[in-house]
């Protein structure tokens, strides 16, 4: 089964990040910072899970590269890191999850999953509109790592369910996410 987003990222959002590049930054670090974060959680609530626990530190060093990566852009751009904000997107998928250790657990699972796409499709919108250089070639490779994720995660719900829980939770949550995504403003902002 392949996870596949009920909609695009619109073309205003991509011209709101393209013309505050700077402010995008700000909010990819400190969404980098987080997701590396929720990997590191992962290991913390499932330790009885060595095949979860050895791909969430691989996801949680991967992340903090990238996060020291984006880190060094602003950097070089002589920005200062801010305070994190809440992530409305985040916050409103993770409403969702449900009660009981098992529904908790798979809907951890497949969000992560869902948000790993859309970094996906987003970094790969802003690459594909980068001029050539530098940043696309960054932005390139980090759509390809959500690509990894994003799989990753999926891989691992479907390790621990069985298909037809997955798919059914998975398809609930993409509607919920396209839901989301269309009653967010459109701001220099990851989500």
């Known amino acids: 089964m392949t996870l596949k987003l009920k909609c695009n990222s619109s073309d205003v959002w991509l011209k709101a990040v393209l013309d505050d590049f700077d402010t995008f930054l700000l909010d990819h670090a400190s969404n980098e910072k987080k997701a ?38 602003i950097r070089e751009r002589n920005l200062t890191l801010a305070a994190d904000r809440k992530d409305v997107y985040v916050n409103q998928l993770r409403g969702a999850f449900r009660q009981g250790r098992e529904e908790y657990f798979l809907d951890r699972l497949l969000v992560a999953a869902v948000v790993e796409a859309r ?66 403003p459109s701001r220099a902002a990851l989500h």
């Open 119 to 184: 970094g996906l499709e987003r970094f790969a919108r802003i690459a594909e509109a980068l001029p050539q250089g530098g940043l696309k070639g960054f932005y390139q490779s980090l759509a390809r790592s959500e690509a990894r994720h994003a799989e990753l995660f999926l891989s691992l719900a479907h390790r621990y369910f069985a298909e037809n829980c997955v798919r059914v939770r998975l398809e609930s949550l993409l509607d919920l996410e396209a839901r989301i995504l269309k009653s967010l």
């Open 36 to 73: 590396a974060s929720v990997a590191l959680s992962l290991v913390a609530h499932y330790p009885d899970k060595p095949d979860l626990v050895a791909a969430a530190i691989d996801v949680s060093i991967e992340e903090l590269c990238h996060y020291r990566e984006v880190f060094g852009l």
